[in-house]
């Protein structure tokens, strides 16, 4: 069983930044992703890429909304899966949550199908 732990959520300015920390118990290797969810919106992908592998580890996605701003990293030997967020904007406000075991296709990789789960951690952008 995969445990995601999510950190590095808070509160901050607009044009501020934060980077948030998904750590995994387990190797992991194929899809990681972010995903956010505001009150009463669906989940929606936020950045996701390969792990697991060096070829891999250089294929990323991300939404249309963050790109220029969101850089989704990991660190294999910590087994940690990172999201840098600068210039954040009141409309990234939402609890942020990373999975693993999805599908990194350009398709799917928003699909929140993946098969394991972080509790979320909230962030929160003020004007």
């Known amino acids: 069983q995969v445990q995601l732990v999510e950190s590095g959520g808070g509160s901050v300015q607009a044009g501020g930044s934060l980077r948030l920390s998904c750590g995994h118990s387990?190797?992991?290797?194929?899809?990681m992703g972010w995903f956010r969810q505001a009150p009463g919106k669906e989940r929606e992908g936020v950045a996701a890429m390969l792990v697991g592998n060096d070829l891999g580890a250089r294929i990323s996605y991300y939404a249309d909304s963050v790109k220029g701003r969101f850089t989704i990293s990991q660190d294999s030997a910590s087994k940690t899966v990172y999201l840098l967020m600068n210039s954040l904007k009141p409309e990234d406000t939402a609890m942020y949550f990373c999975?693993?075991?999805?599908?990194?296709?350009?398709?799917?990789?928003?699909?929140?199908?993946?098969?394991?789960w972080g509790q979320g951690t909230q962030v929160t952008v003020s004007s």
């Open positions: 387990a190797y992991i290797s194929g899809c």
């Open positions: 999975a693993a075991g999805g599908l990194c296709r350009g398709d799917s990789w928003y699909r929140p199908s993946y098969d394991y």
